[in-house]
């Protein structure tokens, strides 16, 4: 597991932000701040039952009953995912594994930098 911070370029529907951003591998889902896809975005759906997501210890850690689509641009590729809304987190945004995967993300940890294996101009439907 490995966690490198970068601050990138997030978009929604009605603007655009630079955020730093948390790219965790040891998060199973992406998580954003609800105040920060609030502010860029008015595409937000409920969750008729909320995903509750754990820590290492197994307790309670982030509650979440929304969910949004966002766009962000990484190494010149804009790629977009679902997030949770949690509405109180250290970081403005988490990069989870689910998002990692989607894209072939592959963190350098000695480097601190990452790689996008997927390009989203390039993808085929069979």
């Known amino acids: 597991m490995g966690k490198i911070v ?12 630079e955020i730093e951003v948390l790219l ?3 998060a199973g889902a992406s998580l ?16 008729k039952v909320p995903c509750v997501f ?9 509650r979440s009953d929304r969910i ?4 962000i641009e990484m190494k010149g590729k804009f790629l977009d995912g679902r997030f949770y809304l949690v509405d109180r987190m250290p ?6 594994v689910d998002f990692m995967q989607m894209w072939g ?5 000695r480097k601190e930098d990452y790689t996008v294996g997927v390009d989203p101009q390039a993808i085929e439907i069979a």
């Open 105 to 109: 993300i592959i963190l350098d940890l």
């Open 68 to 71: 949004c689509h966002l766009v």
């Open 54 to 62: 754990h820590g290492v210890n197994g307790e309670e850690a982030l």
């Open 24 to 26: 965790d591998s040891g």
């Open 6 to 17: 970068k601050k990138l370029r997030l978009m929604g529907d009605s603007g655009e932000l």
């Open 91 to 96: 970081r403005e945004m988490i990069l989870g």
């Open 32 to 47: 954003v701040r609800a105040d920060v896809a609030e502010s860029i975005t008015s595409m937000i759906s409920s969750r």
